[in-house]
T-cell receptor
């Protein structure tokens, strides 16, 4: 299975600021995704991180709010821009690993105050 | 798109068996996943079914019927540590996962 590291694991952020979350995988992976889990909710896909090109966003998510980079096959970043309390969530990086399974990083718990 | 239904809550006694059902309607199917999520933690992978039938992994088993759009996760010999949320997720042809709302399982002594 792929080992996925996310940073930061937790943060408390001021309203109006931006935070960048990093996702590092221990092996090259083709597919990498970013999910959000709001309090008491299930997971929602934000976007697919594409290596060397712009990310593909799901309905309701836009690049200006959630810019994503993926410079290579093992690393991606998600920025949450101009944060508001509604952005308080767990943000999760996900990759497709061996045996076609899908694994998640440990998550980044963000609280916006 | 995907429409995924699973029960909201289930309660069972330590040592018992619990079956969590998941039904789905999908425009394209490329596998069904089950994840366990303890409070304050990220989801952890439990099982993956892409063909019909039963997959067994220790105390956990998962079943899939593609023609019926139906899966279940079976937890045997329940332990207190099995108290968690269990998420059913369907992968489409685009490799994106769509999640059900999750089933909270409470194991009582």
């Amino acid at each position: 299975s792929a080992v996925i590291s996310q940073k930061p694991s937790r943060d408390i952020c001021q309203r109006g600021t931006s935070l960048t979350i990093q996702c590092q995988v221990d092996s090259q992976v083709t597919m990498m995704f970013w999910y959000r889990q709001q309090p008491g909710q299930s997971l929602t896909l934000i976007a697919t991180a594409n290596q060397g090109s712009e990310a593909t966003y799901e309905s309701g998510f836009v690049i200006d709010k959630f810019p994503i980079s993926r410079p290579n096959l093992t690393f991606s970043t998600l920025t949450v821009s101009n944060m508001s309390p509604e952005d308080s969530s767990i943000y999760l990086c996900s990759v497709t690993g061996g045996s076609d399974t899908i694994y998640f990083g440990e998550g980044s718990w963000l609280t916006v105050v | 798109g995907q429409n995924i239904d699973q029960p909201t809550e289930m309660t069972a006694t330590e040592g018992a068996i619990v079956q969590i059902n998941c039904t789905y309607q999908t425009s394209g199917f490329n596998g069904l996943f089950w994840y366990q999520q303890h409070a304050g933690e990220a989801p952890t992978f439990l099982s993956y079914n892409v063909l019909d039938g039963l997959e067994e992994k220790g105390r956990f088993s998962s079943f899939l019927s593609r023609s019926k759009g139906y899966s279940y996760l079976l937890l045997k010999e329940l332990q207190m540590k099995d108290s968690a949320s269990y998420l059913c997720a369907v992968r489409g042809k685009d490799y994106k996962l769509s999640f059900g709302a999750g089933t909270t399982v409470t194991v009582r002594a």
